[in-house]
């Protein structure tokens, strides 16, 4: 049985590791916060955007473009997004666990040559380096993650869609989180190269950019408030309108649409991915932080019985002294 000074040292530990996992649970709630504030005023832009682009290349015949044309895959890329460093659960993992299948299978078809992976973020990187992939760079990735800005996704699209217009890949992905509010993040493998016409009405924009909140019962909350605000708004706004009148010709509206939704689609990833690496961040130290709870409650019990205890055999002790006496 352990003696009440080592019990006394291990309260104490616990109690500086939880004054730690308690301070850096509200760092990653106040960057959560802005990374909500980032995707809040880039969101309705990006979305009206890509309904547009393919509304437009679903509806015009002639709309004929090679970014939306697919062809036989015989050389592939895929950006994986991911964050710089860990204590936040199981989101690096997770990417990292996708991002290997995904290259298994490719490199099973294609060959290992033939499958490029572009990773952004520190993590994933020095893991598909340590797996010896054929890992390529533009910008600095671990800078992309620190400071989120959309010219480095604009510099990385514009290099990926050179590439595919050239013909070097036939085929780009994206592996990042899709940040749906802070207590659910959904690991998502999307097409980024060609452009899929067909998700234009599956693709999911349902986010929760208000709260910080974790726990069950408040995000069903939120979501059912949710639903109702946004069955008012679909109720005052009018549908858009997709008879387009093209001016000045086909090819210029299309070499100015194109080029801005790859870079909105990439920035929008880069924003979800480092969103959701907060929440769960957030996530993780909460958790951390309970643990720590339950074990102080447990060590101070054991330290009062083992104290009680101390206190009742110097007694007896006492007593038994005094009646041989």
Not at 109 to 120: F, K, R, S
Not at 159 to 187: M, T
């Amino acid at each position: 049985m352990p003696s009440l000074k080592e019990i006394k040292g291990r309260i104490a530990s616990v109690n500086s590791t939880r004054k730690i996992t308690s301070a850096m649970k509200m760092v990653a709630s106040s960057k959560l916060h802005h990374a909500q504030v980032a995707i809040q005023n880039m969101l309705p832009y990006e979305t009206l955007l890509e309904h547009i682009l393919k509304s437009f290349l679903a509806a015009e015949a002639e709309a004929q473009t090679i970014y939306d044309q697919e062809r036989p895959v015989k050389r592939v890329a895929l950006v994986v997004f991911a964050s710089n460093s860990s204590l936040c659960g199981g989101f690096n993992a997770n990417t990292i666990k996708l991002m290997q299948q995904c290259v298994a299978n490719y490199v099973q078809q294609l060959g290992a040559e033939n499958v490029e992976v572009y990773p952004v973020g520190r993590k994933v990187t020095e893991k598909a380096t340590k797996l010896g992939y054929n890992v390529k760079s533009v910008t600095d990735s671990a800078d992309m993650v620190d400071h989120p800005s959309v010219s480095p996704c604009i510099e990385l699209a514009m290099h990926l869609g050179e590439r595919f217009a050239k013909g070097e890949i036939d085929k780009v992905e994206l592996i990042y989180h899709h940040f749906k509010s802070a207590g659910s993040q959904i690991l998502t493998r999307k097409t980024f190269l060609p452009i899929d016409l067909e998700t234009e009405l599956e693709r999911d924009h349902e986010r929760d950019l208000t709260s910080t909140v974790t726990t069950q019962k408040a995000q069903e909350y939120l979501k059912r408030r949710g639903r109702k605000n946004q069955e008012r708004e679909q109720e005052e706004t009018k549908p858009l309108n997709d008879n387009f009148i093209v001016e000045p010709d086909m090819d210029t509206v299309l070499s100015q649409l194109i080029p801005k939704l790859a870079h909105l689609m990439l920035y929008t990833a880069l924003l979800d991915s480092v969103a959701s690496e907060h929440a769960a961040r957030m996530v993780a130290m909460q958790t951390a932080t309970d643990n720590a709870d339950e074990l102080l409650r447990q060590l101070n019990l054991q330290y009062n019985k083992s104290r009680q205890q101390a206190i009742t055999s110097e007694l007896l002790d006492i007593v038994g002294g005094s009646v041989n006496n």
